[in-house]
Structure formats: C-alpha cells, structure tokens
C-alpha cells in the first residue's frame, strides 16, 4: 500500500516557470523526502525534510511540510526541460525504518 | 562500488519459471532495501535487511517471494513460480545506517521483469 497521494498527477509547463506538486500522507513522519525518477527506472534522491522544520531549500527547489495538515509540496522554480520526470514524495513514518511512497506527479516541461 | 549495481537490467521469463534479481550495494552501506514498481505507479516496499538479517518482510506479496543477503552486502531477490502479475520494475536501494540519512537512500537502476 502507498503512503500518500500527489497532486496532481500530471502536470504540463513551459520552460521558464514555476512547478508545484503537492503530497499528502496519512500517519506520523520522522521526515518526508523527494525523489525524481526519469524513465521509470533509478530515484534520485532530492531533498530531505525533518517533520520539525517546515521549509528547505536546495538550489531551484523549495520543500515546505505541513505536520498538521500532513502535507508537503515540492517547488521548482524557473523550469527547464531537462526536469521533465515524475517525482515522488516519500515518508519515513515515526515508528518504522523503511521509505513509503505516493504515486508521484509526472511533470513535463515544454522547451 | 560507487552506486548501486542491479542485474540484470532486463529479464524476460516464461509464467512458471524462477528468477533471481541481483542487488551490489554501496560499499559499507548496513541497510537494503527491495522495492517493486509497477507502471504508473510509486514504488511498494518489499523487503529490508540490516546486516545479514531480513528486519521487515512484511511488503513480501506472498511465499513465492523470498530474498538472502548471506554477507551483509549483495542481495539476490528471488521469486519462484513467476506470474504475469509478477512484471514490474524491481528497485534495491540502500543506506548507510538503519533508517534514512540526511542523503536520503541511494537507489540502483532497477531491473524490468517481464513474466510472458
């Protein structure tokens, strides 16, 4: 079973702007990560963050959690086509060890 | 090895047959972990080792899914009696300490298993 749900789960955008995906999960988290994965094979890990910080950054990309709402969303500002992949959020639950992931967002952006 | 090494990366099977997967991970890496990916979909969590041991099997579809690390590095995912169902994209990730690390996990390039 899956952990979250993405929103949306496509998402189509020029070069040039800004794309926001969204993730919610349903239990605790110790913290929630982002991976991109490009034609369905090998993740890449993005960035992590801790269910006590509320906002990270990482060169274009921008993470912020919502612990009360139980939801993340991943930025990536000024979009390039090579960012076309799908990305998937990811949590690591309170009482557990292993990564539990959403459906992820396919993103697509037009040069 | 610098990454995560999966092979093959494409094995195609007849319905019945068994295969084994294969998983390198990093060098020093303690915790493995399998994950399956089916198309259009997150990846589902499978099984994870801390060492040697299997500490969570309970992703494990059913018995026809079994997996060792006899050494505490490679990992060989083995499925018995495969079924069409069975054809995803098999994922093995690992990290440096039990749970996640700041760096998150590190994944291999999954290998594809098409059961015909």
């Known amino acids: 079973s899956q952990q979250g749900e993405e929103d949306p789960q496509a998402l189509s955008i020029q070069e040039g702007e800004n794309a926001t995906m969204n993730c919610s999960y349903k239990t605790s988290i110790n913290n929630l990560q982002w991976y991109r994965q490009n034609s369905g094979r090998g993740l890449v890990h993005l960035i992590l963050i801790r269910s006590n910080e509320r906002e990270k950054h990482s060169g274009r990309l921008r993470v912020t959690l919502d612990t009360s709402k139980k939801s993340s969303s991943l930025l990536i500002t000024a979009s390039r086509a090579a960012d076309t992949a799908s990305y998937f959020c990811a949590t690591v639950p309170n009482a557990g060890n292993m990564l539990t992931f959403g459906g992820g967002t396919r993103l697509m952006v037009k040069p | 090895g610098a990454g995560v090494s999966q092979t093959p990366s494409n094995k195609v099977t007849e319905k019945g047959k068994y295969v084994e997967l294969r998983c390198d991970p990093i060098?020093?890496?303690?915790?493995l972990y399998w994950y399956r990916q089916s198309l259009g979909q997150g990846p589902e969590f499978l099984i994870y080792?801390?060492?040697?041991?299997?500490?969570?099997d309970s992703g494990l579809p059913n018995d026809r899914f079994f997996a060792v690390r006899p050494e505490g590095s490679v990992s060989t995912l083995k499925i018995q009696r495969t079924e069409r169902g069975d054809s995803a994209v098999y994922l093995c990730?690992?990290?440096?300490?039990?749970?996640?690390?700041?760096?998150?996990?590190?994944f291999g390039s999954g290998t594809r298993l098409t059961v015909v």
């Open positions: 060098s020093g890496h303690t915790a």
């Open positions: 990730a690992s990290s440096l300490t039990r749970g996640t690390t700041l760096n998150g996990y590190t």
């Open positions: 080792f801390q060492g040697t041991g299997a500490a969570d």
